[in-house]
């Protein structure tokens, strides 16, 4: 790569081919899931069911949360099973 090479690049280069679909659809999952936590009260607005224990927008919350840590655990399963019998 040259001083002059101002492309946009998204992956890098040892990235293999057949790996970047994989990782785009993880990347835009997170991204879904991220500005779901962010903007929760639009679809989460009342106190009422109460789930859990907790008013719905708290359960939103804690469950968008979960559901972000089971998505990087099969990241991480799916990204990184090959690499694991190299060892």
Do not use: C, H
């Not at 679909?21 to 679809?43: D, E, G, N, R, S």
């Not at 968008?64 to 099969?74: D, G, K, M, N, T």
């Amino acid at each position: 790569m040259s001083r002059d090479d101002y492309s946009l690049r998204f992956f890098a280069s040892k990235v293999p081919p057949s790996r970047r679909p994989i990782i785009t659809v993880f990347v835009l999952f997170f991204i879904a899931i991220i500005l779901a936590q962010a903007f929760y009260f639009v679809f989460a607005n009342s106190a009422l069911p109460i789930v859990l224990g907790m008013p719905f927008g708290m359960f939103a919350v804690v469950a968008l949360v979960i559901v972000e840590y089971v998505a990087l655990l099969v990241m991480e399963r799916v990204l990184y099973k090959d690499e694991q019998g190299e060892e």
